[in-house]
T-cell receptor, first 111, second 116 residues
């Protein structure tokens, strides 16, 4: 049973639209992460947070932004979606043992 | 610099055969090591982890991994592969006191295909 939830699972949206990908966890974890992953490819860290009001950019430059107003919630926003944003987005959280728990992902297609 | 290398991009094994997926790491601090599995279109699921102690760790789904500090390796093994094991496997390394702000560093993954 998943303790970290991502919605929507699939999203097809037109170019220029604003979108928010939701990620929530019920484990009380302080650390949360967003990864971008093309099918069958490696994970790229795009954002992370160490707690409320803490957000940092990851290794891969991204036009998305994130916020962390509540411990359990770490949404990712694209102000103006483009076809190059088409990818799978994975959210994860970690607690004191540093193991990550991943959500099921959001597969985004921008047309 | 910290890094994780999974030398094999794609491995194909016959059902019932044994499996070993390789993982080598470069990390300055005492590492924590993880193996994750990802089925198509899904998130990653933790198979097993090593923090300290016994260097042979058991995980879910019949997998095990052995930490060899002298070889900087953490290879994943399974004695008999099932068709449902076909997936992408990721090795990851982190440390309580290491670099990357304590974030895990993931390898690029190894895709496992299983022949009937």
């Amino acid at each position: 049973e998943a303790d970290i939830y991502q919605t929507p699972r699939y999203l097809v949206i037109g170019t220029g639209k604003k979108i928010t990908l939701e990620c929530s966890q019920t484990m009380g974890h302080d650390k949360m992460y967003w990864y971008q992953q093309d099918p069958g490819m490696e994970l790229h860290l795009i954002h992370y947070s160490y707690g409320v009001n803490s957000t940092e950019k990851g290794d891969l430059s991204s036009e998305s932004t994130v916020s962390r107003i509540r411990t359990e919630h770490f949404p990712l926003t694209l102000e103006s979606a483009r076809p190059s944003h088409t990818s799978q987005y994975l959210c994860a959280s970690s607690g004191f043992d540093y193991g990550y728990t991943f959500g099921s992902g959001t597969r985004l297609t921008v047309v | 610099a910290q890094s994780v290398t999974q030398p094999d991009i794609h491995i194909t094994v016959s059902e019932g055969a044994s499996l070993e997926l390789r993982c080598n790491y470069s990390y300055g601090a005492t590492p924590y090591l993880f193996w994750y599995v990802q089925s198509p279109g899904q998130g990653l699921q933790l198979l097993l982890k090593y923090f300290s102690g016994d260097t042979l760790v058991q995980g879910i789904k019949g997998f095990e991994a052995e930490f060899k500090r002298s070889q900087s390796s953490f290879n994943l093994r399974k004695p008999s592969v099932h068709w449902s094991d076909a997936a992408e496997y990721f090795c990851a390394v982190g440390s309580l006191y290491g670099g990357s702000q304590g974030n895990l560093i993931f390898g690029k993954g190894t895709k496992l295909s299983v022949k009937p």
